[in-house]
């Protein structure tokens, strides 16, 4: 297990290195949510992290005993992590995170998945360029929101039939996702005179790429445009495209190398920079 990995030599002398180093990388959001989790923790206890025992864990995952599962997960697991990470850089002996276990969820997938109408219509009421070409990504790429962000034309390319954006995605792991018919053609025609380090969803002024908190705000504007009540979030147009191809034949294990879910051998690797299909081809246009 992770946790019994050896300590490396002390690498920080402060609580405040350790959660910079720890927190170091991640994706914004990610940062947010467990520099949250940490302040509050840190309030709660107000002690250093090598006096915390598993009471102080367990106490404060208490705290959200009346709040939604996800949430208390959340926070459980980000300290648990900080907690293995302040003993793997050598800053703690002894990591008591290790034998807190954080809440089991409740599979709720099936409700963060839209029905093909209602994607539909959140595609075809789009009346902004920019915009379409965001959903577009989000669902005929199933792209993640940091996938979008980086996203340049220089990672755009031409295939025969239409064609595909190279991204990199968790773990910094390559893959190419193809696309067809309308989502590629307002895609191209998106570009104008764009030089290749542009962000192909740029923000106003042109400049720089859209955040994610503008993605956010895209999405749901977007959602609530078509109807849906819902919170909508950009991840549940990924969690559409796997569902709809799905459904519609698209064989699992191309849903899953479009989406990036799984890790790819060194053989199929060269396949996947010029990929012959995508699952997108099975979704409704």
Do not use: C
Not at 228 to 253: F, Q, T
């Amino acid at each position: 297990m992770n946790d019994t990995l050896p300590a490396l030599p002390r690498q920080a002398d402060t609580e405040a290195q350790v959660v910079a180093m720890w927190l170091h990388g991640r994706p914004v959001r990610t940062q947010a949510l467990y520099s949250d989790a940490y302040r509050r923790f840190a309030a709660h206890v107000g002690k250093p992290l090598e006096r915390v025992t598993v009471g102080d864990l367990q106490s404060y995952a208490d705290i959200f005993a009346d709040r939604k599962p996800r949430t208390r997960a959340l926070h459980v697991s980000a300290l648990k992590s900080l907690l293995t990470f302040a003993q793997r850089v050598g800053f703690l002996r002894v990591n008591v995170g290790a034998v807190v276990r954080p809440p089991k969820i409740a599979g709720d997938l099936s409700q963060r998945i839209l029905p093909e109408e209602d994607v539909q219509r959140m595609l075809h009421l789009e009346p902004k360029p920019r915009n379409r070409v965001l959903l577009d990504l989000l669902y005929y790429g199933g792209l993640r929101v940091g996938e979008v962000v980086a996203l340049r034309w220089q990672d755009v390319q031409v295939r025969e039939d239409g064609g595909q954006v190279t991204v990199t995605g968790k773990g910094g792991k390559t893959r190419s996702v193809r696309l067809y018919s309308g989502a590629w053609r307002r895609l191209v025609a998106l570009r104008g005179e764009a030089l290749a380090a542009t962000p192909v969803v740029a923000s106003r002024k042109g400049d720089r790429s859209i955040s994610a908190v503008q993605v956010h705000r895209i999405v749901r504007a977007a959602a609530r445009r078509a109807g849906i009540e819902a919170n909508v979030s950009p991840h549940w147009l990924r969690h559409a495209h796997a569902s709809h191809a799905l459904d519609r034949g698209a064989p699992a294990h191309l849903v899953r190398d479009t989406l990036g879910h799984a890790n790819v051998s060194t053989t199929s690797a060269y396949a996947h920079a010029r990929p012959d299909q995508s699952s997108s081809r099975y979704l409704a246009s």
